[in-house]
């Protein structure tokens, strides 16, 4: 996930030429500009810059979601409650980290344009992009570790999850991370590979 320049690359330049072309990929182009513009009022002020920073960072790696199962690993009673907790954190890496992976070879979509939000010095420091942007890892794994993990007897517990999930989500958009269609294909993806992930807890 390397930083973009500010002039497209030709490939980008070639991608979108190529994707104007064809109806899916222009509804995408315009729910992404659409999507854009909502986030727009909120760029450039430092604390939500700062805030949005913070939460893309504790996705990263899945950090949030290793805290969580610290956490329950912690509260847990029994030995099957710790081994539980611990294969639930291992199918929601494995599965969200192998099809992310898959999926960005096969697509190849590029970046969105590097803006000083994803290139500016803050407080908080922001990872450079080094893969291509379909889907967003960081909501795929968001996704895919809230669905695992979600207790059905601890229904405001597993809502806080899926919505840390949500805010992962958000905070790519807003540093222009990635396309708003990238954040929701991740967010489909890592729920549906979360509930298959439930099956083989």
Known sequence: MSPIGSTAH??????????????????????????????????GRPGVESAARLVSGLGDHGLVWAL????????????????????????????SSTVNAAIKGVVRRPRP???TRTTADNVIPLRAPRTSSFPSGHTLAAFCAATVLAERDRP??????????????????????????????????????????????
């Open 10 to 43: 030709p490939s980008v330049a070639a991608w979108s030429r190529a994707k104007r072309q064809r109806v899916p990929a222009a509804v995408l182009m315009r729910f992404d500009a659409a999507v854009d513009r909502w986030f727009e009022p909120l760029r």
């Open 68 to 95: 969580v199962t610290a956490r329950r690993l912690w509260r847990a009673d029994t030995r099957e409650a710790r081994v539980d907790a611990l294969r639930a954190l291992a199918v929601a890496g494995v599965a």
């Open 113 to 115: 344009e590097a803006t």
């Open 156 to 201: 405001v517990g597993s809502g806080l999850l899926l919505a840390t999930a949500g805010l992962v989500a958000a905070s790519r958009v807003h540093l222009e991370a990635h396309h708003a269609s990238d954040v929701a294909g991740g967010a489909v993806i890592g729920a549906g590979l979360g509930l298959l992930g439930r099956r083989l807890r």
